[in-house]
C-alpha cells in the first residue's frame, strides 16, 4: 500500500506542474494584457490550490506509513513536509485579493504560484535529488 501511496504523490506532482504551468500562463497573460480577472481565473487559482492540498494529505499520509513501516528519515521528510505546508499555504492565499484591480490581483496569484510552485520543486529535489522518477 505504501509503494502504491507513493507512486500516487509522485504522478500528482506532475498534474500540479502542468496545473501550475497553466495558472502561471493565464495570470501572466492577464497581467501584462491589463485584462479583467474572470470567473475562470478565479476557477484555476481555486484548482490549483486543490492539486496542492490533495497533495500535501497525500504526502503526509505517506509520511505515517513511512514512520510506521521503520522508514522514516526525519531530516529530509520533515524538510518535505514543511515545504509542502508552505507552498499549500501560498496557494491558498490567492483569494486574498480579490478586492484589488485585476492587474494587482493577477499579478500578486502569479508570485504566490510561482513561489508555490518554485518550492516544490525545492521539496521533490531535495528529497529525491531530481524531480523524475528513478534519478537519485
Known amino acids: ?16 506542474a502542468v496545473l501550475a ?9 492577464g497581467w501584462l494584457g491589463k485584462q479583467s480577472f474572470t470567473t475562470t481565473d478565479r476557477q484555476l487559482g481555486t484548482a490549483y490550490a486543490v492539486a496542492i492540498t490533495v497533495q500535501f494529505v497525500l504526502g503526509l499520509i505517506n509520511l ?12 529530509v521528510h520533515i524538510e518535505h513536509a514543511f515545504y509542502g505546508l508552505i507552498a499549500t499555504g501560498l496557494a491558498h ?12 490581483r493577477f499579478r500578486n496569484a502569479f508570485f504566490l504560484v ?4 518554485l518550492l516544490v520543486l525545492l521539496s521533490v ?12
Not at 504551468?21 to 497573460?29: E, P, S, T
Open 93 to 104: 492565499m490567492l483569494p486574498m485579493f480579490k478586492k484589488r484591480s485585476a492587474a494587482i
Open 1 to 16: 500500500m505504501l509503494a502504491t501511496l507513493i507512486t500516487i504523490h509522485g504522478l500528482i506532482r506532475w498534474v500540479l
Open 125 to 136: 529535489v531535495r528529497l529525491r535529488g531530481s524531480f523524475f522518477f528513478g534519478m537519485m
Open 64 to 75: 505515517i506509513l513511512l514512520a510506521a513501516n521503520g522508514a522514516f528519515r526525519p531530516a
Open 21 to 29: 504551468v497553466i495558472v502561471l500562463v493565464r495570470y501572466a497573460v
Open 114 to 117: 510561482l513561489v508555490s510552485l
